[in-house]
Every structure is written in C-alpha cells, then in structure tokens.
C-alpha cells in the first residue's frame, strides 16, 4: 500500500472494532505499518488479518493498557517489531454510565484507569520511540463528553482529562518534533452507540444537529490520519470534533 504515512509506524489501542478498527485500517491503507492493540485478542487479530488481507502490514500487540507494564510491553512490542515508532493513537476507552450517588467507586477508578491513565502510560513509554522517529505525533481519542452530560460523570471526567494531557503533551514534546493532539468524536455509528438507551438518546440528538445523522467511524479515522501525517505539522495541541455540529465554541 502506498500514501501519506508510508514507511512510518503507528500503534493503535483499542482497534479490535469500531473506530479503532476503522483508524488501524486508514492508516495502513495510507502507508502505515500498524501494530493493532486490543484487550480482546481475537478482535486485535481480526482487524490485523483485514489490514494483511488488504495488502498492509499489521501485528498484534494485544493487553489491558491500563496496566502500566503491560502499556510499556505494548508499546517496546511495536517498535521492536517494525523497528520504531511514529504514531500513537490512544483509542482505548471504556464508559461507565451511573448518576453520581450511584456510581460505584471501582467503576470511577476503572474508566479512569483506561482512558486517561492508559494514556499517559502509552505516551510515557512512546516518547523516545516518537522523539527519535522525526515525524512523531499522539493523536487521543476524545469525546464531545468533554463538554460534560448527565449520568456518566466518570467517563466526561476522564475524556476532559484527556484533553487536558493533549495539551500538556503537545507543551512538553513539541520541542523535540512530536506534535499532540485530540479527535472528539460526536455520536458515531457503532454497535457501542446503539445499545440501551443511548441509541435512542443518539437518535433523539442527532435531528437537532447541523449535519443531521450519526457519524461513521472511517470519517473519525480520517481526521486522525490527518493529525498523525504532514498535512498538519503546524497543528499541536488541538482538538478536532467530529461531531456533525454538536459541539460549536
């Protein structure tokens, strides 16, 4: 496969479905060598086989990235196989949704052990591997949850969280040519979006939005084959929502 990001390497968590699967596979079809993350192995190694069966290149660094030496394992696993490492996509999430006097606390700690503290392990472990690779970029997932919403209090927390590590990470890293940004993704059309309630609550917003229908998860996966390519080497720091509207500061 030939494109943009040809030749460098890209480590993508949480890709065994959804938008993480839809990221792995744009960026391998623009160039990128993909190690595919994934707590459940068997959906890392399907997204892995569709990569190779199109043509790309792609490992499996399966683990729970919440744990910080199995995020630092992950993370030495990608690079010793493909021999570096330039892009780090922190898709990873879990959610959480309880009202405040009913939040349990281990859930709390949970869903800010995956998606926030994940993270910051990946990026950690990453940075001389992204450093050293001349073109490094940490492109995290988000949510327009950033913005805060009622009963998931954990899970707006931890993508606020997020974003607050963006920019700290785009401050500390720029200086030695690794750029950090942020996709906040609105609600997009995944089997996650239409289960329970939210598929109905998802429905219900989306009529009210500009572009008025639930997003795909290829258009998230093709802001952040922007973020992590040289189309956007002046762009550190930012956050991107792929949103239909939702969000409008």
Partial sequence: MAGGLSGRVALVTGAGGGIGA??????????????????????????????????????VVAGDISDPDTAQSVVAGAAEEFGGLGVL???AGTVCRAKLREHAVRDWQRVLA??????????????????????????NIASVAVTGFFGQISYDASKGGLQTLTRSLAAELGRE?????????????????????????????????????FGE???????????????????????????????RY
Wanted: aromatic share 6%; net charge negative.
């Fill in 177 to 213: 040519g690794v750029r950090a940004n942020a996709v906040a993704p609105g609600f997009i059309d995944t089997d996650i979006a239409r289960t329970d309630d939210l598929g109905a609550i998802g429905e219900k917003t989306v009529a009210t939005l500009p572009i008025r229908r």
């Fill in 217 to 247: 998860p290829n258009e998230v996966a093709d802001a952040v084959r922007w973020l992590a390519g040289d189309e956007s080497r002046y762009v550190t720091g930012q956050t991107v929502f792929v949103d239909g509207g939702w969000v």
């Fill in 89 to 91: 996509v922190n898709n």
């Fill in 22 to 59: 839809a990221i792995a596979e744009r960026l391998a079809a623009n160039g990128a060598r993909v190690a595919v993350n994934d707590i459940d192995e068997s959906g890392a190694w399907h997204t892995a086989d569709q990569i190779n069966t199109a043509g790309g290149r792609a490992v």
């Fill in 114 to 139: 995956v998606n926030l503290s994940g993270p910051f392990y990946l990026a950690q472990a990453a940075a001389d591997y992204l450093a050293s690779s001349g073109h490094g970029a940490i492109v």
